[in-house]
C-alpha cells in the first residue's frame, strides 16, 4: 500500500542553520505531495504542496521538489529561525483517492 | 478562506460520558471530512471518513459503536466519543476536502481538540 518515510528526529539546530528534513514515499499512480507544520498544542497547516512531477513547492522560505525518480519530497530551508521549531509532517494524497498518508512526522528544535 | 474550525477546543470529561466535537468549514462546502487521531508525539492516524448525508467509512479497528460520526450538512460533521474511558484521551483533528475546484486535492485541517478523560 501507499506510504510515507521521513527522517526521525528530533532534529536540533541553530538559528540561521540550513535545514533538511528528508521524505520518500511509496505509491500507485501520480500522488500528490504535502509537507504540514504542527505547531505545539494546534492542528496541521499547510505548509506547500507539489502536484507532479519536478514541481517544487515553496513557502515561508521552505522548498520541497517532487522527484519521481527517486520518489522524493525533501523539505529544506536555508535559514530556520527559533519560530521554525515544530513538527513537520510529509504526506501524500493518491490520484483517486480520499485518502492522505502521513509520515510519522519529524520534530525540529531551533535554538537561539 | 477554506477554513475549519472544530468545537470545543478542549474538553475533560468523566469515564463513562459521552463527548460531541465538531467540526464546521466555514467558508467552502466539504463533500467529505476525516476525523484523524493523534497520540503524543505521534502522527496522525485516519479513524473515518465522512460523506455529506451517508453513512461514515471506518477504518480497520477503529469501533464504529465507539466513535460515532454525523454529517449531516456539507458544512458540519460531529465526531461523539461514547462511554469516554481514559484510554479515549488524544487529540482529535477533523480535516475537510472542498466541492470547489479551487481547492483541488487538498484537504484543509481543524485545529483540534484535546480530549481528556479523568
Known amino acids: 500500500g501507499d506510504s510515507v518515510t521521513q527522517m526521525e528526529g528530533p532534529v536540533t539546530l541553530s538559528e540561521e542553520a540550513f535545514l533538511t528534513i528528508n521524505c520518500t514515499y511509496t505509491a500507485t499512480g501520480y500522488p500528490s505531495l504535502f509537507w504540514y507544520v504542527q505547531y505545539p498544542g494546534e492542528g496541521l497547516q499547510l505548509l506547500l504542496k507539489a502536484t507532479k512531477a519536478d514541481d517544487k513547492g515553496s513557502n515561508k522560505g521552505f522548498e520541497a521538489t517532487y522527484r519521481k525518480e527517486t520518489t522524493s519530497f525533501h523539505l529544506e530551508k536555508g535559514s530556520v529561525q527559533v519560530s521554525d521549531s515544530a513538527v513537520y509532517f510529509c504526506a501524500l494524497l493518491n490520484t483517486g483517492g480520499f485518502k492522505t498518508i502521513f509520515g510519522a512526522g519529524t520534530r525540529l528544535f531551533v535554538k537561539a | 478562506g477554506a477554513v475549519v474550525s472544530q468545537h470545543p477546543s478542549r474538553v475533560i470529561c468523566k469515564s463513562g460520558t459521552s463527548v460531541k466535537i465538531e467540526c464546521r468549514s466555514l467558508?467552502?462546502?466539504?463533500?467529505?471530512m476525516f476525523w484523524y487521531r493523534q497520540f503524543p508525539k505521534q502522527s496522525l492516524m485516519l479513524m473515518a471518513t465522512?460523506?455529506?448525508?451517508?453513512?461514515?467509512?471506518?477504518e480497520q479497528g477503529v469501533e464504529k459503536d465507539k466513535f460515532l460520526i454525523n454529517h449531516a450538512s456539507l458544512t458540519l460533521s460531529t465526531l461523539t466519543v461514547t462511554s469516554a474511558h481514559p484510554e479515549d484521551s488524544s487529540f482529535y483533528i477533523c480535516?475537510?476536502?472542498?466541492?470547489?475546484?479551487?481547492?483541488?486535492?487538498?484537504?484543509?485541517f481543524g485545529p483540534g481538540t484535546r480530549l481528556t478523560v479523568l
Open positions: 467558508d467552502f462546502q466539504a463533500t467529505t
Open positions: 465522512s460523506n455529506e448525508g451517508s453513512k461514515a467509512t471506518y
Open positions: 480535516s475537510a476536502k472542498s466541492l470547489g475546484e479551487r481547492s483541488y486535492n487538498e484537504q484543509f
